[in-house]
């Protein structure tokens, strides 16, 4: 129950209905607040409880520094969890074992429940296996089907068991669309004492691009699956009151200029302006000629530029999309009162106290693509191909190769580095974007009637975000033309963006594998990051969707699409970049009578129900899961074995060896598992070993339940380096429980410490553990053994997943490194001064390494920033510490 302290409860009256709203006027300074602390504010008004939440705490927010740094906790309640297969599995997984832990511990099991609203889209397990044809997505799914329906068949259970969860079944759209689209309340209402208080829509997701929510004005952001089950327990996030990044948009974009374009620019400016941990707030006389689809796409980069957030306030272009998107028109009428009362509603003119300010003339905004590893890396379209002639030779030992190629359809030509491979209109960051979309359709319609056809080698397909998209294809005439172009619809899923681009032309992967070439991938997603998009590409590149269509007619990179022949048509005429190329008038005019509210109101009508197969699974029932100790896709997490009903003190850490000493910029993708899984890596083998084919052994995202395939998959991703096995690329190290410390895999090397009773460090780089909110990096890393990490600098939410987990997160000194101390990885650490944190949260531990030369020793800094991520640490991790307060109350 609220103190209430501020007397801050009152009444809103909004077409008819009364509902209690919490004012956040009522706070001294509240006024100048950025939007999003504003949203902060109420949350902290509306759940003060005198204890974790106190009078003190909201009066030093109304009261926020803007220019200092972070110092300020506070307790962020979550309105809603939102979650994806990949991520979300693993969380019901642990929400299942926890119900049979807390039964152990004398504690209810039916008190393990969501006590926030959590819902998952299932949109992660589609993978390309067909395309090119009609019939792709009826057999891309019929596959999805055969090879997940364990992992349904158990989420149909946590359907019926857990309350406040409910699943988006296969092949409706990805999470981020379809949480703008129809999940996604803007202003949040619930019945409290037989009233309706609203307030802020917030949320907490397990993917990082939940931030793509930021455009529609809720807070919202990604957190490891790990948090997220905490926060649908209960818990709230933990968190520093932030830095908040002014960025004010003037101008309007000019023609040709697309959304992909505008989001690729504020990437680049805002990495280089170092965002990381801090909230972005866009403000000005420039938000009103934003669409909200471009809000949407600017949102959900904000982890390709490292900010927690990147949020739009509201304004009549969030009504007016709501309005589109089928919203009840009492709902859109209840978020513009209740942003007027709250002083929540943009005015272009005001200017509010930021932390730090950067500006945007969108009319200075050119056409780019991004790559071939980063999403940050921009390129102007008119230097691409001087980017990658320089770029190229870095990737391949065959730099003039010219490879003869003959497919199985008779068709034959000549493959070389640079050749577009994968051309994927993918990913909820654009095709959630109707205008980019529509300009993708209408380049292929233009190439169509030209008679061009995409290069065969080329593997071309189209993944879009909803259902609702190629509704307005079909009405706008552009499906037929997009399927003659090989873009033939292959699922509603997140598919090439998350590595489910399914194999490559049989013809054409033997030819890139034999002759080491530098092929290329050209996605419409935000991720491009090494070995993410597909074991034969090696150079990834982000660009709009009418661009995806361009170059894959064009069929390579090393091209000058500004002044270079794309194609010649059969009658011998040369077509460039500007015969294909729509307006911007082409595009709106297509937008405007092609799109209806009345398309999302009927496909979201029934959007939890899901189609025949998915009614047809077979649904386990009871209160507590039966486990099946065959299955290869669900299985019983043992983190809570042997739990106690109290903790043991956290001691030091003695006698460790070095598991992997890595460089800078090493993400989650490199430490999670994700993609294909291959025949010879520890997980491939253990499936084999399980009874489990080659051609079921699916990806390692669809088996995130399996932590038997997990943790033998944490640190093997392909283009891995690890600095203590020099000239290895992949999952491997040195196991120096044996004479000469013989390079193996990283998994079967854990499993000899683990039999030693040797404790484990990771050494790494500045960045560490940036991109998505991967559980697993954290997981695997913690059941390989792992007891600490060191690095120059974090990622913030990978951070944050580590002492979840319970792995203790360090830092090198200021401006000391693991090379520039001398560390070989070959030493014995120490690590003393960790026993302190049972007491209070250090600044510095020491460290000492030992490698029978010459001793290495620093302070390294301790890298717990509150004291709830303290509490978690001493409890073995967030989950233990939310079973154990479970089994007292």
């Given at each position: 129950m609220s103190v209430n302290s501020f007397d801050a409860r009152r009444t809103l009256d909004v077409d008819g209905q009364s509902y209690e709203i919490y004012d956040v006027t009522k706070v001294d300074g509240s006024d100048s607040l950025p939007y999003s602390l504003k949203v902060l504010l109420e949350n902290l008004l509306r759940t003060e409880d005198g204890a974790n939440i106190t009078a003190e705490q909201i009066?030093?927010?109304?009261?926020?520094?803007?220019?200092?740094?972070?110092?300020?906790?506070?307790?962020?309640?979550?309105?809603?969890?939102?979650?994806?297969?990949?991520?979300?599995?693993?969380?019901?997984?642990?929400?299942?074992?926890?119900?049979?832990?807390?039964?152990?511990?004398?504690?209810?099991?039916?008190?393990?429940?969501?006590?926030?609203?959590?819902?998952?889209v299932i949109d992660h397990s589609v993978i390309v296996e067909r395309f090119g044809t009609p019939e792709a997505f009826e057999q891309n799914k019929d596959i999805e089907y055969q090879r997940n329906r364990e992992r349904y068949q158990f989420l149909r259970w946590g359907q019926t068991a857990f309350e406040n969860f409910r699943v988006v079944p296969p092949g409706t759209g990805i999470v981020h669309q379809v949480n703008i689209e129809h999940l996604a309340r803007v202003t949040f209402v619930h019945d409290e004492d037989g009233k309706k208080v609203a307030y802020p829509d917030t949320c907490v997701g397990t993917d990082s691009h939940t931030t793509m929510v930021n455009g529609l004005g809720v807070v919202g952001w990604g957190v490891g699956g790990i948090e997220a089950e905490a926060a649908m327990l209960g818990q709230p996030v933990s968190m520093l009151v932030p830095r908040v990044v002014g960025f004010k948009l003037s101008g309007e974009l000019p023609d040709g200029v697309t959304a992909t374009d505008l989001v690729l620019t504020i990437t680049q400016m805002l990495r280089e302006h170092k965002v990381v941990g801090k909230f972005v707030e866009f403000y000005g006389p420039g938000v009103a000629a934003?669409?909200?689809?471009?809000?949407?796409?600017?949102?959900?980069?904000?982890?390709?530029?490292?900010?927690?957030?990147?949020?739009?306030?509201?304004?009549?272009?969030?009504?007016?999309?709501?309005?589109?998107?089928?919203?009840?028109?009492?709902?859109?009428?209840?978020?513009?009162?209740?942003?007027?009362?709250?002083?929540?509603?943009?005015?272009?003119?005001?200017?509010?106290?930021?932390?730090?300010?950067?500006?945007?003339?969108?009319?200075?905004?050119?056409?780019?693509?991004?790559?071939?590893?980063?999403?940050q890396d921009r390129i102007l379209v008119s230097e691409a191909k001087e980017t990658f002639e320089k770029t190229v030779p870095d990737y391949t030992t065959n730099p003039g190769a010219a490879i003869p190629v003959s497919l199985a359809d008779g068709r034959s030509f000549e493959l070389r580095?640079?050749?577009?491979?994968?051309?994927?209109?993918?990913?909820?960051?654009?095709?959630?974007?109707?205008?980019?979309?529509?300009?993708?359709?209408?380049?292929?319609?233009?190439?169509?009637?030209?008679?061009?056809?995409?290069?065969?080698?080329?593997?071309?397909?189209?993944?879009?975000?909803?259902?609702?998209?190629?509704?307005?294809?079909?009405?706008?005439?552009?499906?037929?033309?997009?399927?003659?172009?090989?873009?033939?619809?292959?699922?509603?899923?997140?598919?090439?963006?998350?590595?489910?681009?399914?194999?490559?032309?049989?013809?054409?992967?033997?030819?890139?594998?034999e002759n080491d070439l530098a092929v290329t991938a050209v996605l419409s997603g935000n991720r491009n990051f090494e070995g993410r998009i597909s074991p034969d590409v090696k150079m990834n590149?982000?660009?709009?969707?009418?661009?995806?269509?361009?170059?894959?007619?064009?069929?390579?990179?090393?091209?000058?699409?500004?002044?270079?022949?794309?194609?010649?048509?059969?009658?011998?005429?040369?077509?460039?970049?500007?015969?294909?190329?729509?307006?911007?008038?082409?595009i709106e005019e297509i937008v405007g009578s092609s799109i209806s509210a009345e398309m999302y109101s009927e496909r979201y009508a029934d959007v939890f129900d899901g189609g025949p197969r998915w009614k047809e699974l077979e649904t386990p029932e009871g209160e507590t899961f039966s486990w099946d100790p065959a299955s290869t896709y669900v299985r019983k997490l043992p983190i809570f074995d042997g739990m106690k009903a109290e903790p043991d003190p956290v001691g030091d850490i003695t006698d460790a060896r070095v598991l992997l000493k890595l460089g800078d910029s090493v993400t989650t993708d490199h430490i999670s598992p994700a993609g294909n899984i291959k025949t010879d890596s520890p997980a491939g083998q253990w499936l084999a070993g399980n009874g489990v084919e080659r051609r079921d052994?699916?990806?390692?995202?669809?088996?995130?339940?399996?932590?038997?395939?997990?943790?033998?998959?944490?640190?093997?991703?392909?283009?891995?380096?690890?600095?203590?096995?020099?000239g290895t690329e992949g999952g491997f190290t040195r196991d120096f429980t044996k004479v000469d410390g013989p390079v193996t895999t990283v998994y079967d090397a854990s499993v000899?410490?683990?039999?030693?009773?040797?404790?484990?460090?990771?050494?790494?780089?500045?960045?560490?553990?940036?991109?998505?909110?991967?559980?697993?990096?954290?997981?695997?890393?913690?059941?390989?053994?792992?007891?600490?990490?060191?690095?120059?600098?974090?990622?913030?939410?990978?951070?944050?997943?580590?002492?979840?987990?319970?792995?203790?997160?360090?830092?090198?000194?200021?401006?000391?490194?693991?090379?520039s101390l001398g560390l070989t990885g070959e030493e014995t650490f120490e690590i003393t001064g960790v026993d302190?944190?049972?007491?209070?949260?250090?600044?510095?531990?020491?460290?000492?390494?030992?490698?029978?030369?010459?001793?290495?020793?620093?302070?390294?800094?301790?890298?717990?920033?509150?004291?709830?991520?303290?509490?978690?640490?001493?409890?073995?991790?967030?989950?233990?510490?939310?079973?154990?307060?479970?089994?007292?109350?």
């Amino acid at each position: 129950m609220s103190v209430n302290s501020f007397d801050a409860r009152r009444t809103l009256d909004v077409d008819g209905q009364s509902y209690e709203i919490y004012d956040v006027t009522k706070v001294d300074g509240s006024d100048s607040l950025p939007y999003s602390l504003k949203v902060l504010l109420e949350n902290l008004l509306r759940t003060e409880d005198g204890a974790n939440i106190t009078a003190e705490q909201i009066t030093d927010l109304g009261h926020w520094d803007a220019d200092a740094q972070p110092s300020k906790e506070i307790q962020f309640t979550p309105a809603r969890v939102i979650m994806q297969d990949f991520t979300g599995v693993p969380c019901i997984v642990d929400l299942a074992t926890m119900r049979e832990a807390v039964t152990d511990l004398g504690g209810d099991p039916s008190k393990v429940n969501p006590l926030s609203p959590a819902e998952m889209v299932i949109d992660h397990s589609v993978i390309v296996e067909r395309f090119g044809t009609p019939e792709a997505f009826e057999q891309n799914k019929d596959i999805e089907y055969q090879r997940n329906r364990e992992r349904y068949q158990f989420l149909r259970w946590g359907q019926t068991a857990f309350e406040n969860f409910r699943v988006v079944p296969p092949g409706t759209g990805i999470v981020h669309q379809v949480n703008i689209e129809h999940l996604a309340r803007v202003t949040f209402v619930h019945d409290e004492d037989g009233k309706k208080v609203a307030y802020p829509d917030t949320c907490v997701g397990t993917d990082s691009h939940t931030t793509m929510v930021n455009g529609l004005g809720v807070v919202g952001w990604g957190v490891g699956g790990i948090e997220a089950e905490a926060a649908m327990l209960g818990q709230p996030v933990s968190m520093l009151v932030p830095r908040v990044v002014g960025f004010k948009l003037s101008g309007e974009l000019p023609d040709g200029v697309t959304a992909t374009d505008l989001v690729l620019t504020i990437t680049q400016m805002l990495r280089e302006h170092k965002v990381v941990g801090k909230f972005v707030e866009f403000y000005g006389p420039g938000v009103a000629a934003v669409p909200l689809a471009n809000r949407a796409t600017l949102g959900n980069m904000s982890p390709e530029y490292g900010s927690t957030i990147a949020v739009f306030p509201i304004d009549d272009v969030t009504l007016d999309y709501l309005r589109l998107t089928g919203r009840d028109e009492s709902q859109v009428k209840l978020v513009e009162a209740y942003a007027n009362a709250q002083g929540m509603w943009h005015d272009p003119d005001r200017e509010p106290r930021y932390s730090e300010y950067m500006e945007l003339d969108l009319s200075t905004v050119k056409p780019s693509i991004a790559g071939p590893k980063r999403p940050q890396d921009r390129i102007l379209v008119s230097e691409a191909k001087e980017t990658f002639e320089k770029t190229v030779p870095d990737y391949t030992t065959n730099p003039g190769a010219a490879i003869p190629v003959s497919l199985a359809d008779g068709r034959s030509f000549e493959l070389r580095n640079g050749a577009v491979t994968v051309a994927a209109i993918t990913s909820c960051t654009n095709t959630s974007n109707p205008s980019v979309m529509i300009a993708a359709g209408l380049v292929a319609k233009k190439a169509h009637e030209l008679g061009l056809s995409p290069k065969p080698w080329v593997k071309t397909s189209l993944a879009p975000g909803s259902q609702v998209v190629t509704d307005y294809f079909e009405r706008a005439g552009l499906s037929e033309h997009l399927a003659a172009m090989g873009f033939d619809l292959v699922g509603y899923g997140c598919t090439t963006c998350i590595g489910n681009t399914g194999p490559l032309i049989p013809e054409v992967s033997a030819a890139i594998n034999e002759n080491d070439l530098a092929v290329t991938a050209v996605l419409s997603g935000n991720r491009n990051f090494e070995g993410r998009i597909s074991p034969d590409v090696k150079m990834n590149y982000l660009a709009s969707p009418p661009l995806v269509v361009i170059y894959s007619i064009a069929g390579t990179m090393d091209i000058d699409l500004n002044n270079d022949v794309l194609a010649t048509t059969p009658d011998g005429r040369e077509v460039r970049l500007a015969d294909l190329w729509p307006s911007t008038k082409e595009i709106e005019e297509i937008v405007g009578s092609s799109i209806s509210a009345e398309m999302y109101s009927e496909r979201y009508a029934d959007v939890f129900d899901g189609g025949p197969r998915w009614k047809e699974l077979e649904t386990p029932e009871g209160e507590t899961f039966s486990w099946d100790p065959a299955s290869t896709y669900v299985r019983k997490l043992p983190i809570f074995d042997g739990m106690k009903a109290e903790p043991d003190p956290v001691g030091d850490i003695t006698d460790a060896r070095v598991l992997l000493k890595l460089g800078d910029s090493v993400t989650t993708d490199h430490i999670s598992p994700a993609g294909n899984i291959k025949t010879d890596s520890p997980a491939g083998q253990w499936l084999a070993g399980n009874g489990v084919e080659r051609r079921d052994f699916n990806s390692y995202g669809s088996r995130r339940g399996n932590h038997e395939v997990m943790m033998r998959g944490t640190f093997a991703n392909i283009r891995l380096r690890n600095q203590l096995a020099p000239g290895t690329e992949g999952g491997f190290t040195r196991d120096f429980t044996k004479v000469d410390g013989p390079v193996t895999t990283v998994y079967d090397a854990s499993v000899s410490y683990r039999e030693q009773g040797i404790p484990l460090v990771v050494l790494g780089g500045k960045e560490y553990g940036s991109g998505s909110s991967r559980d697993w990096a954290a997981k695997g890393t913690q059941l390989l053994g792992v007891k600490a990490v060191i690095t120059e600098s974090y990622e913030r939410i990978h951070r944050s997943n580590l002492i979840g987990m319970g792995v203790l997160p360090l830092q090198f000194p200021e401006g000391e490194s693991a090379d520039s101390l001398g560390l070989t990885g070959e030493e014995t650490f120490e690590i003393t001064g960790v026993d302190k944190i049972n007491e209070m949260i250090p600044e510095t531990v020491h460290v000492k390494a030992v490698n029978g030369e010459k001793d290495v020793e620093f302070d390294a800094v301790v890298r717990i920033d509150t004291p709830g991520e303290r509490s978690y640490y001493l409890n073995g991790g967030i989950l233990q510490y939310v079973l154990r307060n479970m089994a007292r109350n």
